[in-house]
């Protein structure tokens, strides 16, 4: 099979970084056409640098980086450097990156590329807040069917929220855009929450990156350790979940995720639950299925596919 095309729209953050890595190792099945980043984890003038800082990690520095959108539609931008750390990608201390920002608008690399490629052949990857995603939908509605599918990482439904009690960070920060996106007819594949918790990057697991032995195994390994200190006294787990490289990884290996056709609607009039991702999981509201919500995850398969391709960079 050729390598699947794909857009990778980012907000790096840590566990965003290892998803870029992941996708940039596996080139038999991922093509990434482009980086688009937003504005989430931190600032937006943050987030294109780290992308950018990440492509010269992995040796890629002729994978376009494009800035996107530096606020949500409808709201301040709320973001989250008590996880990540003022930079976003703490830990690690990485060089300025020297490659060139792209001058095209994200959102606008994002419309003409659905436009130039062959009709249901790029796969969009949203790894933050899905504005960039939105405004390309709201400004080129024809770009709707040309779109092979949007997985991304976001939401909740058992483990609800990990910003607010009732919603997850990436839905929260831009609700009114998920509301967008959810709505749009754009085949979904959903990597919330209930998955991602269960991908936890354990010492033995962090310590099989820092074998590696190269400047990309012991990167991610200090990445994990730096961001893994909030969520173990947060939540009182063995590690910190790697929560953005479930997409690519879904990309690569699908058969290592399981889940459901449900329909998932986006709460955008309640400040109580703002965000809440309300998945119809049991069936019970007669709405039609707009999406797949996983529920479940092979950690320890994924953990050794990302260990292998890291490997390979």
Request: aromatic residues 6%.
């Amino acid at each position: 099979m050729p390598a699947q095309k794909i857009i990778i729209d980012t907000d790096p953050g840590q566990d965003d970084a290892v998803a870029i890595l992941l996708a940039l190792a596996s080139p038999d099945e991922i093509e990434v056409l482009g980086i688009t980043a937003v504005a989430g984890n931190v600032p937006l003038a943050l987030t294109q640098r780290n992308a950018r800082m990440v492509c010269e990690l992995a040796g890629r520095r002729d994978i376009r980086v494009f800035a996107g959108c530096d606020r949500p539609l409808g709201r301040d931008l709320v973001t989250a450097e008590h996880v990540h750390g003022k930079s976003g990608l703490d830990g690690p201390v990485l060089p300025e990156p020297d490659m060139p920002l792209q001058d095209q608008h994200g959102v606008d690399f994002i419309i003409d590329t659905l436009r130039a490629e062959p009709e249901g052949s790029v796969t969009l990857c949203p790894l933050g807040p899905l504005t960039n995603i939105a405004m390309a939908i709201e400004k080129a509605p024809d770009i709707i069917p040309r779109i092979r599918k949007l997985v991304l990482m976001g939401g909740a439904y058992f483990q609800v929220g990990n910003i607010t009690p009732a919603a997850e960070f990436n839905i929260y920060v831009d609700p009114q855009a998920a509301r967008i996106v959810f709505r749009a007819g754009v085949p979904l594949v959903v990597m919330p929450l209930d998955v991602t918790h269960k991908a936890l990057v354990t010492a033995e697991r962090n310590n099989r990156f820092r074998a590696i032995g190269s400047h990309v195994g012991i990167a991610v390994a200090q990445m994990t350790e730096f961001f893994e200190r909030f969520d173990k006294e947060k939540y009182g787990s063995e590690g910190a979940p790697l929560h953005d490289p479930c997409v690519t990884a879904y990309l690569v290996r699908p058969d290592l995720f399981k889940g459901r056709h449900v329909n998932v609607e986006i709460e955008t009039q309640s400040e109580l639950t703002m965000g809440m991702t309300v998945a119809d999981w049991w069936g019970v509201s007669g709405r039609a299925p707009n999406a797949m919500f996983m529920g479940d995850i092979d950690a320890d398969g994924f953990f050794a596919l990302l260990t292998d391709r890291l490997a390979r960079l």
